[in-house]
């Protein structure tokens, strides 16, 4: 996986939707390419990166990172994070190919059993794509982001893995996996 393709879309995502995301533009802008790489190239056991694809430029991403490992009674557990699509390409299928490889993925995870995710309560489209894809609601947080002096909730959502299998596939061949 492209480090530096993740790191310009990440950047490109934080300044574009500053709602998105629990982090900020100014936060990861010196954020190293290095230390992208070594974090594309991690255990596939846990962590698991998808990028999407037109040509050679990256338009779409997002992770999921397993609970600490070292933490017996939490590691059943992953976050989905950092799911991000370029405007151009929304609307087109891209976030949920990208949602269902993830899915897919997690599946495959010896002993992952549940998915969490934090989207903000305004992001519709996102939560929206979530739920279409099977995620659940669970909790909400009350101004969990300020960002430009207001305050945005988060919807917690889960799905859980180890259950019935999923029908959704991919459609189209723009996603790869960073492991």
């Known amino acids: 996986m492209d480090a530096a393709a993740y790191l ?11 709602t ?4 900020s533009h100014a936060e990861e802008r010196h954020r190293p390419v290095a230390e992208c790489r070594k974090w594309l190239e991690d255990s596939p056991q846990k962590e698991i990166f998808v990028g999407a694809f037109a040509g ?20 059943h557990k992953a976050w989905l994070w950092g799911m991000y699509v370029h405007p151009r390409y929304r609307s087109q299928g891209v976030g949920r190919e ?25 992001n519709n489209r996102a939560l929206g794509l979530y739920r279409r894809v099977g995620f ?5 947080e009350p101004k969990a982001l300020l960002v430009k002096g207001r305050y945005y909730d988060f919807e917690y959502l889960m799905i859980d893995v180890a259950g019935g299998k999923s029908k959704a596939k991919p459609k189209s061949g723009r996603l790869t996996d960073g492991k």
């Not at 659940?136 to 909400?140: C, G, L």
């Open 8 to 18: 310009r879309l990440r950047l490109y995502g934080l300044r574009e939707s500053p």
């Open 20 to 23: 998105a995301f629990g982090s």
């Open 56 to 75: 050679n430029v990256m338009i779409g991403q997002a992770a999921l990172k397993r609970e600490r490992t070292t933490n017996r009674k939490q590691r």
């Open 98 to 122: 990208i949602a269902v490889k993830l899915l897919q993925a997690a599946r495959g995870m010896k002993g992952l059993e549940i998915i969490k995710l934090a989207a903000t309560s305004t």
């Open 136 to 140: 659940r609601h669970y909790a909400t």
